[in-house]
């Protein structure tokens, strides 16, 4: 098993739970992180079994800095808001495809043994059969997806050209504890926002579309598997639960958990370019990684109310 391990935004929301994974496997952990998005608090628990890069994946410099040792790569990193990559694509190119390149080549000079790229389900685009398995044609509708989906491509190239052990993750939807209530955050996080500050949860149009959620301890135990299986080196692997469950369903699940059964969502018009439906097909990483869901949307959510601040 790897014992140094670099986390690429492990100050973010899931890195910082893996990294949390990591340390408690007694693993010797670098995080490379420029701050822009991530919490430099969320690093706390590194303790003694972490060095931190304050850098930026753009940067070669940086890269090296925090490859020196390094075993395998969990490359987290990114531009992952969709409004600001519209608004800023040529940034999110850089970011998300060039940062990506610059971790793959230094990857290969520093002997990396294995590199795990989270990639986004967005990258599948509206789908055009459900449920979605890696075979689904890409089709992505943002600028953010599509440099994902090119990052996916040097990653697959780096692997068939070189010979780097590379297993490429699409997750679905991922909420848990430090989950950001911005643009970063989903729309989870966005309902507990409102129902905390006494507000009824905003629907976009009729509620009934799809998604699939994934409690962030779920993915970051596919992470982990990822890291451990040889059987998936090579492969794109969906991170789910493989469970639609509509924004209605969502909403009316958080307004019992807060204990708020009188709230009534408020409805507002349908925004545009949204999927209204998506949920996985996760056969393959149950095969490859062995991997199986352990908590249910309910189960996630109460998890996620219990550990945040009374």
């Known amino acids: 098993m790897f014992r140094k391990i670099l986390v690429t935004g492990g100050a973010g929301f899931v890195g910082s739970h893996l990294l949390e994974e990591l340390v408690r496997g007694n693993h010797e952990v670098t995080v490379i992180d420029n701050a822009s998005t991530g ?20 940067d070669m410099i940086a890269v090296r800095d925090a490859l020196q040792g390094i075993d395998a790569i969990l490359h987290l990193a990114a531009i992952i808001s969709v409004p600001y990559s519209m608004k800023h694509p040529e940034e999110t190119y850089e970011v998300n495809v060039q940062g990506t390149r610059n971790l793959l080549e230094a990857s290969l000079r520093g002997n990396v043994e294995k590199f795990i790229y989270v990639s986004t389900c967005g990258v599948y685009g509206e ?3 459900l449920p979605i398995d890696e075979r689904h044609p890409t089709s992505p509708i943002s600028p953010y997806a599509e440099s994902k989906l090119k990052a ?29 209530h911005d643009q970063y955050g989903g729309v989870i996080a966005r309902f507990i926002e409102r129902l905390q500050g006494g507000q009824p949860p905003v629907i976009y149009g009729d509620g009934r579309q799809t998604r699939d959620f994934i409690y962030v301890q779920d993915a970051v135990s596919a992470l982990m598997l990822a890291l451990s299986r040889d059987s998936a080196v090579g492969r794109i692997l969906n991170v789910a639960t493989g469970v639609p469950t509509s924004i209605n369903q969502l909403a009316h699940l958080l307004i019992g958990l807060f204990g708020v059964e009188g709230v009534k969502p408020q409805r507002r018009p349908p925004r545009l370019g ?36 009374s």
């Open 39 to 58: 919490r430099i608090e969320n690093l706390s628990h590194l303790g003694q079994r972490g060095r931190l890069v304050k850098g930026d994946i753009r």
């Open 274 to 309: 949204d999927i209204r439906d998506s949920y996985a097909d996760i056969k393959e990483a149950t095969l490859h990684l062995g991997f199986e869901p352990q908590f249910s949307l309910e189960e996630g959510l109460a998890a996620l109310l219990q550990d945040m601040p």
């Open 152 to 180: 996916e491509q040097a990653c697959t190239e780096f692997h068939e050209a070189y010979g780097l052990k590379i297993t490429i993750l699409r997750p679905f939807n991922i909420y848990g504890p430090r989950q950001r």
């Open 127 to 129: 789908p055009k059969y």
